[in-house]
């Protein structure tokens, strides 16, 4: 009978479509993998795959066998996770994506702090400012700041509201002058921050009134800290988390602007593939997640 490894390993490709995509999420070698499903193809007596240069697609027997599997799998894994789960230690391993400042900030606090208490949890943990289909299944979760999601078939998990701000160096703002109003910024002052470094609108609200900035037309990135380290040497005025500018808003390297005006509140989320159940080491790793930073490291 198949162990459940060589399963694991079909799933893979089938997900992937490729050999090696799927040894590369399994931290295999691609003649492994290729060797594994072999041998669950001569056992079952039956191709599984199709194999070009260019694809790897499932035979009918294939489709078949992976739709019926996969779902089992994900029970049996369930039912070991409950029981492991009665000896208040979890095992495992989870996949994560993260934006790049906040893993960079926090994520080492966090995971070190899980292994302590359930060293047995292995993580992979890969950061990214762009947004990923969390649906392809090569991540078992992913952390973002965004606006309220619009994707119904993923599994959404708002953490708390992330604050931010306008800010820009006192250098600047003595050569340029201080903004009074929205109506004070041009485009040409806005640093814009965005995923694919485009220009980007900033929506501000305050006292029932709400005024939109254009930002980005002559400097724009894909990255905060970036963004923070342009504001810091004069390049113009950067709207970001106050977790990313909190040491040079400290240090006086910058300061805040025009900070009656509220930007459009974005949320630390958590977001998951369309699970029927989070598995323990899933559910696990978001609330400790969620309770590091409440306590030990706000957003």
Not at 44 to 57: A, I, P
Request: hydrophobic fraction near 45%.
């Amino acid at each position: 009978m198949s162990d459940l490894t060589t399963i694991r390993i079909f799933l893979a490709v089938a997900a992937h479509r490729s050999f090696v995509a799927a040894a590369r999420q399994l931290s295999m070698t691609a003649p492994s993998v290729t060797r594994a499903v072999s041998a669950l193809e001569g056992e079952l007596g039956v191709q599984l795959l199709l194999r070009t240069t260019r694809q790897v697609s499932l035979t009918s027997a294939g489709a078949v066998y992976a739709a019926r599997i996969s779902p089992l799998l994900d029970q049996f894994e369930a039912v070991v996770d409950e029981v492991r789960a009665q000896r208040d230690q979890v095992s495992g391993h989870i996949r994560i994506n993260a934006p790049l400042s906040l893993g960079q900030r926090i994520l080492p606090g966090v995971v070190s702090g899980l292994r302590v208490e359930n060293p047995d949890i292995t993580v992979s943990l890969s950061l990214t400012d762009h947004f990923i289909d969390i649906v392809s299944g090569e991540f078992d979760l992913a952390i973002r700041i965004s606006r309220a999601p619009q994707d119904k078939s993923t599994i959404w998990r708002k953490i708390r509201p992330v604050r931010r701000l306008l800010v820009a160096s006192p250098g600047y703002l003595a050569i340029n002058g201080t903004p009074r109003e929205p109506e004070d910024l041009t485009d040409a002052q806005c640093i814009a921050f965005d995923e694919e470094a485009r220009s980007e609108d900033w929506e501000l609200s305050s006292a029932g009134r709400t005024r939109k900035v254009h930002a980005g037309r002559v400097l724009a990135t894909n990255n905060g800290e970036v963004s923070a380290r342009l504001a810091e040497n004069g390049e113009g005025i950067a709207l970001l988390p106050h977790f990313i500018v909190e040491d040079a808003l400290a240090s006086g390297n910058l300061v805040p602007v025009l900070p009656e005006w509220e930007p459009t509140t974005l949320w630390l989320t958590l977001y998951y593939p369309p699970y029927d159940r989070l598995p323990m080491r899933v559910a696990k790793f978001s609330d400790f997640f969620e309770n590091y930073v409440a306590r030990v490291q706000p957003v």
